[in-house]
């Protein structure tokens, strides 16, 4: 049509202004696409780091231990049995299960003490579940029925222990009443789920429902499934068929707090980008007045001639989305370069951190890599094309609406 040939034509007169202004959208979409990037690949890798080596996809627990399982409490624990592991075993998607028991600890190593969380780990099936042991840096697994303990190297350091040393850790009964467990430390592990590392210390189930006189119980059981997708609705299915108070529990519930602040956190980066691209905006109106200006003469021969004030808008609307694609298409370009940087080299977390580890928020420590999501890139491509669209309207009127006998006299 007449006006696109214009658009077009206007695009090439002055090529400076248009890659400038281009520029601007450009930018605009690179720092939103590496933002989104980093902010997906934190997220990706904090949920694997979750469902791997602390909750699994699923929890079986009683209801009234989820709503206090954050004190460690030794009372509302599950009593195993067969029939309920049947019922598990059941769940689509269905891999491996494995038992736990957590409990608080205060950990001892003959000069000072410090409060951590206990595991007991059924050593024969959590291996099926979590990738724990992967993570092991020095020494090796505890034997069954054994007293043997793994704990994370920075904590092993914080309180200065080695492998073969002794740990002292001070534990209250179910009925109240005090024990200790002198540990040997057969291993230390190094994960990227920095609370593990700082405040765990793991050994055999059988060993801590001993210890702390459970009589067999556990705190949960801890599920896999083929598809972390899955979690929702296998929780919900195997819940109706769960005696109360039992029920299952997906990988999102145990990760609430990192749910939400994440659905947060890609608000504020959608607000980033809105700031952006009506600065950009900006960039987009001022092209449009000067270009008007320029052909002020021009616009208003057209007018006399009989060219709609519609079609003069549709000009200018056509001009500023050509400098949307323009700016789309390079900064989309940037983004790609700019991920695929990142993603050769990563980021190491104490860089952001000032040298620690992210233990608030995201679980994160070591090196993290952005993550790619193909509808990123087409919504801020299509965003930034309707905001220089909707950036041109209101200049493009005033053009439009000039009269042409003054429009063509214009000095």
Do not use: C
């Not at 491996?96 to 600890?105: G, P």
């Not at 109106?285 to 270009?291: A, F, G």
């Amino acid at each position: 049509m007449f006006f696109l040939r214009m658009a077009f034509k206007n695009l090439t007169r002055h090529k400076r202004r248009t890659i400038i202004t281009a520029l601007i959208i450009a930018f605009a979409i690179l720092i939103y696409v590496m933002t989104d990037g980093l902010m997906l690949g934190m997220t990706e890798m904090s949920f694997d780091n979750i469902i791997n080596l602390e909750s699994g996809h699923l929890q079986v627990v009683d209801q009234n231990y989820w709503e206090d399982r954050k004190e460690l409490p030794l009372k509302n624990l599950i009593t195993p049995s067969a029939e309920l592991e049947a019922e598990i075993k059941k769940t689509a998607g269905y891999v491996a299960m494995t038992k736990r028991l957590k409990f608080a600890v205060n950990l001892n190593n003959g000069i000072d003490e410090l409060p951590v969380t206990g595991v007991g780990i059924d050593l024969g099936q959590d291996d099926k579940v979590f990738e724990l042991q992967n993570y092991l840096v020095e020494g090796r697994m505890p034997e069954a029925d054994s007293s043997e303990i793994i704990m994370g190297a920075k904590l092993a350091e914080l309180m200065d222990f080695k492998t073969g040393d002794y740990a002292v850790m001070l534990i209250r009964t179910e009925e109240k009443t005090f024990n200790t467990i002198d540990g040997e430390i057969v291993g230390l592990f190094n994960t990227p789920h920095p609370s593990l590392n700082e405040s765990n210390v793991f050994l055999p189930l059988s060993t801590a429902q001993d210890r702390l006189n459970t009589k067999g119980k556990i705190s949960h059981y801890a599920v896999r499934l083929s598809d972390q997708n899955q979690a929702l609705t296998a929780a919900e299915e195997l819940s109706t068929r769960l005696e109360a108070p039992l029920q299952a529990y997906s990988w999102k519930d145990a990760a609430k707090n990192l749910v939400t602040m994440i659905e947060m956190q890609d608000i504020e980066t959608q607000v980033v980008l809105a700031v952006i691209l009506t600065l950009a905006a900006v960039g987009i109106i001022n092209t449009v007045i000067l270009s008007a200006l320029e052909r002020m003469e021009e616009l208003g021969m057209m007018k006399a001639l009989g060219m709609h004030e519609r079609e003069i808008v549709y000009t200018f609307m056509g001009e500023a989305a050509g400098i949307g694609v323009i700016g789309g298409i390079m900064g989309i370009i940037m983004g790609i370069i700019g991920l695929s940087i990142f993603n050769i080299n990563g980021i190491d977390i104490s860089t952001i951190t000032a040298g620690g580890d992210m233990t608030y928020g995201f679980p994160l420590s070591g090196t993290i890599y952005a993550g790619w999501e193909i509808s990123s890139f087409i919504f801020v491509f299509i965003y930034g094309i309707i905001v220089s669209v909707l950036a041109s309207i209101f200049p493009a009127l005033w053009a439009a609406r000039k009269d042409p006998v003054k429009a063509i006299y214009h000095r």
